[in-house]
């Protein structure tokens, strides 16, 4: 296997110290100091920004504010609306690329992966070092290991699927994943759930990239709204992170709350979404 990030996980390590020393600042800083901080010379790191997101550092910096997720949410930009019954099966659209997915019977999810062969690779992304999984029928794992690292990332997911049979054979997932992370073309998804966590996270998936949305708004869109605590869990266990959004799902506070793959890649999805809905609406 080999770990070693390339191109893009680069992207996002560069990404992730900015956050940090805008965090550090606590004011917008030039091209030239977020430069000088990150060692780089301001031409350069203005096309790392630019291959990475598409906008200028001074326009991604307002993205990765924390008041930006709450601004989304008093501006009325979220936008679940009353679900609809849970099926098995259903597709969806976000942005170019095509989705469609499949859920798992109850009796399947509580053999716990038994006689289930699963697929797994590791691959470059937005977002480090991201490692896929996933079955005949689709991706049912997605995962980031840039915060956690590369063996507890890999443990947390087995221990998902504990009965599966795991097979490294990231050709055979390449596709979908490269769909996944390029947002055009098709992928399909193979959901691996309790039957409240596969209306949750089909819930997660009505909300529209640049979006956001909070808890309690997800249970009463699935027809729960005291549940918002078995929700929040739900949207923690999610397991294909990214393609299910559970980093579009908010406290009501606007705070962002937490994530599984560690808070410095939710801030960095949101920012990227964020930036890549507005270049496509000025397009």
Known sequence: MNTQANEKS??????????????????????????????????????????WVGVSPKRYQQYLRLGHAKSLLHGNFTTLGTAHAVGLSGTGRLHDLFLRWEAMSPGEYARKGAEMQISWGWFDSPFGLALAMGTAKGICGMAFAAETGTEATM?????????????????????????????RGETALHMIGAPLQIKVWEALLRIPSGHVSTYSEIAQSIGAPRAQRAVGTAVGRN???????CHRALR???????????????????AFEAARSEERSDA
């Open 252 to 270: 009501k506070s606007g705070a962002l709350g937490g994530y599984h793959w560690g808070l410095p890649v939710k801030r960095a999805m949101l």
């Open 239 to 245: 397991p294909v992170s990214w393609l299910i959004p």
């Open 10 to 51: 680069y992207h996002y390590g560069v990404m992730r110290r900015a956050i940090e020393l805008i965090d550090e600042g606590g004011e917008d800083l030039s091209l030239e100091d977020l430069a000088k901080k990150m060692g780089m010379s301001p031409a350069h790191f203005q096309r790392l920004f630019s291959a």
């Open 155 to 183: 443990a947390d997911m087995q221990s998902r699927w504990p009965k599966a049979t795991f097979i490294e054979d990231p050709m055979m997932l390449r596709p979908l994943v490269t769909a996944a992370f390029d947002q």
